[in-house]
Structures are given as structure tokens and as C-alpha cells.
């Protein structure tokens, strides 16, 4: 049996899955902070899950939302979760005695919906949550690129002199395109940011169609730089702003319509056929990082 979990700044969301590919179980759990609290919860939802499917887990793959050297399975910086320099594979297979890969939270999801969406050849997943990232797959397996960095798009300058990036950059996409940019965009909002502004902009509120518009035309800039540069069949947008469903697909699509009636080139991309939305009710993340080990599930370049 695989076990899959995607550790979230608020709670863990773990699946089992059969030999055949099937997801058996699902456990989700609130989410302790610091290394003594995570591992501790890693470990009694795995046992959770085997004692609740009877088997016993042979790999575990684990996502976690921030810096990870996937090669030893340690958990380099995690600031939603209190973990600085954390042995996080290590101590679980330790204590499990599974092959256990940790993974960063877009790559897992990148995985997972490959799976779930049944798709084969090369695809990106473009996660839109606080930032703005891809993770890319190939065949199911993933790309990391020479150096690891494959998908970081949204650290691509596209706005000159614009407005700061945490990279320390100016005018990157995730300046434009994430939960970051429309909490300063249109704030007050809180988490619900996205649906406020969407709702205001189709009141005709023209100051919130001017940020929607400029929102849409990042995300749209994003997929259109996977498509070009990495020639992906598809592009999955996910993330917590991809809950805005048709509303925002619509209007990304609409955008690629009118640029291909007056660009032969843009026409032949064929973007419109090429971008999604990710299932919003499967949990993409931990089936990706059920997906994960053994290691040879994963590819450097």
C-alpha cells in the first residue's frame, strides 16, 4: 500500500492507495506546529491509515509546503509549519520502516493531477495560492530541470520598475498573478479576496474589472510562457484561487481567443485547448505524493 500526505500550514490531508491505484482511505487532521508536533502527527495518521485499510504501508511520500532536499528528505525551511533543518524522511522511515519521499507541495500536486486527470506526456501544474509556481511533469514522472528549478515562473520579470517581489526582484508575475498581489491589489478582503473582486468586477465596479483584468492577463502571461518554453500539452491551473472555477478559466480562454484572431502564431499554440482548472474535490497533493516514492518515481533532468 502507498501512503500519500500533503502537510498543510493548517492541516494534514492524507490518502491510501491500493497496488492498483485506487484511493482506499482518506484521513485529514489539524496540523501541529514545530518538528516534535509534525512528526508526531505524520506518524499516527499513517498509522491511522493502516490500521483502518489493515495493510501496511510500503512507501510514503509526504508534501510539504516549502524548501526540501528531496535526495535526502529533509525539510530545509518551512515557515508555516516550524520546521528549520528537520530530518522529516529520515525520522519517519525510521519509525515506519517504508520507503519515504518528502517533496515540495506544488511538485506533489503537479503529480496528483496527473493522475487524476489521466494525463500522459508533458503537462504543467500552476499553482496559484500565496505565490505563483509550476511544477512539471512528464509521463508522471517529474522534471526538475538542470538545476532544480524548473517552473518557477512567477519569479519572471515582466513589469519593469514594477512593484517589489519577495525575490528581490521588480515586476515578477507573482506580482501580478497570486493571493499575494490581490490581497495589495484589492484588500480588506481577507482570504476571500479572489470571489470579492471577481463578484465586484461582474457588478461592473470599474475599478475591480481594471484588477481582474490585470490578475487574468498575469495568470494568462504564466501559462502562456509554459506553453512556449516548456511545449507542455496542458497547462492545470490549481491552487486556492483555482476554487473561482469557469469564472477565471473563462476569462483566460477569452484572452487567448482574441490574441489568436490576430496572431498566426498565437493561433497555432492552440492555448485556449491547452489550459484547465484542477479538480477542486480530490486531493491532488497527497495522491501525488502517494505517487512519489520509490525514488525512481523521479527524475533530475
Known sequence: MRIGLDIGGTKIDAVAVSPAG????????????????????TLAVVRSLEVRTRSTADTIGIGVPGLVDHETGWVRHA?????????????VAAATG???????????????????????????????????????VVDRRLWRGARGNAGEVGHIPVVPDGQPCVCGQRGCLETLASGSALAVAWPGHGSSAATALFDSADAGDPAAVA???????????????????????S????????????????LVRAGFDGAARTSPFAASLDLSSRVHIAPVDRPLAALGAAFLAPAPAVSTA
Open 22 to 41: 485506487d484511493v482506499v482511505d482518506r484521513v485529514r487532521v489539524p496540523t501541529g506546529f514545530g518538528p516534535d508536533a509534525v512528526v508526531a502527527e
Open 79 to 91: 515557515v508555516n509549519l516550524g520546521l528549520s533543518e528537520v530530518a522529516l524522511g529520515p525520522l
Open 98 to 136: 517504508a520507503a519515504v519521499q518528502v517533496e515540495n507541495d506544488v511538485n506533489v500536486a503537479a503529480l496528483g493531477a496527473a493522475q487524476a486527470m489521466q494525463l500522459d506526456g508533458p503537462h504543467a501544474y500552476l499553482n496559484i495560492g500565496t505565490g505563483l509556481a509550476a511544477g512539471l
Open 211 to 233: 484588477v481582474r483584468d490585470r490578475f487574468v492577463s498575469g495568470l494568462a502571461s504564466a501559462v502562456r510562457i509554459l506553453v512556449v518554453t516548456a511545449d507542455v500539452e
Open 235 to 250: 497547462v492545470v491551473v490549481g491552487g486556492g484561487l483555482a476554487t473561482l472555477g469557469e469564472r477565471l478559466l473563462a
